[in-house]
Structure formats: C-alpha cells, structure tokens
C-alpha cells in the first residue's frame, strides 16, 4: 500500500475506530488507542490491506497496545453540556460508567452512532445477535441506574 492509498483507507476508518474507542475507554485512553492502532496499520500497511476485517484487526490491536484499565471510570467521559449536548440525562456519563466495556461499546456504537448490528459485529469481531444482546443488556442496565422505567 503505497503514501496515498494509506491515506484514502485512515479516512475511511480513523471516525470509525475513534468513536469505538471512545465509547469503550473514554477520551484519554480513546485516543491513545486510535494512535497505536494507526501506527500499526502505518508499520503492517501491506498485510493490513489483505485482510479481510482490517478494522476489526486495527480495534484489537488498539485494545491491546493502550494501557489496560479494569473500568472506565465515568469521570472520563464528558458532561453532555460540556460538548454541546442539550437536553441529555445528566446522570449518563456515571451510567455509561457503570456498563462493561462490550455493552457500553454496542450501545454507543448502535444507538448513539447510528450503526447497524452488523456494521459493529463486524469491528468488534462478534455476531450481530451477540451485538444485540450487548446491547439489550446495556439498556437495561441503563435504565436501572438511572431509574428509569419501560413503557408499557
């Protein structure tokens, strides 16, 4: 992979890896794994352009070369006023908080970005059922900690 197809292909991937780490390890250690990964992807270009889940490889390589921590803690995730956010639950980020890593991922990724079940299977290299489990469970956990009650 030459200069320039590198360049097409991190601007078609960098939003997609960086909203993923963001929604699984908050800002700081979100953006440190977004740099390993594009760093590996700049070393391996060639074998990274042969794959077939190049950004499903570039997550875990993020994962694994950003400094490990057990829980994100909530404090790390930004007021919703403080990025311009109106009329959000201010609990959420504490809530957010308190989801595993897998069910704050596929929630953010399915509700807060838009993506299909399928679109964030693929980058986190699951099954999209599991992806909808992941996410059945992070709204229920949601709504527990925020005291929140389904209708009817």
Same mark, same amino acid.
């Given at each position: ?100 890593? *897998?069910? *704050? ?34 709204? *229920?956990?949601? *709504? ?9």
């Amino acid at each position: 992979m030459d200069a320039t197809e590198f360049e097409v292909f991190v601007a078609e991937v960098r939003r997609r890896l960086a909203r993923a780490f963001v929604a699984a390890y908050g800002a700081e250690r979100g953006a440190e794994a977004l740099s390993e990964a594009l760093a590996v992807a700049w070393e391996r270009s060639d074998e990274i352009a042969a794959m077939e889940n190049p950004v499903g490889y570039l997550y875990r390589v993020g994962q694994s070369r950003s400094r490990p921590r057990r829980r994100v803690e909530a404090a790390r995730f930004p007021a919703p006023t403080d990025i311009g956010l109106p009329d959000v639950e201010p609990d959420l980020p504490r809530a957010l908080g308190m989801l595993t890593e *897998r069910q *704050r991922v596929c929630v953010a990724l399915v509700h807060a970005f838009g993506w299909s079940h399928r679109e964030a299977a693929e980058l986190l290299d699951l099954s999209p059922s599991s992806v909808q489990n992941h996410v059945e469970r992070g709204l *229920r956990r949601l *709504r527990t900690e925020l005291g929140v009650t389904p209708r009817a």
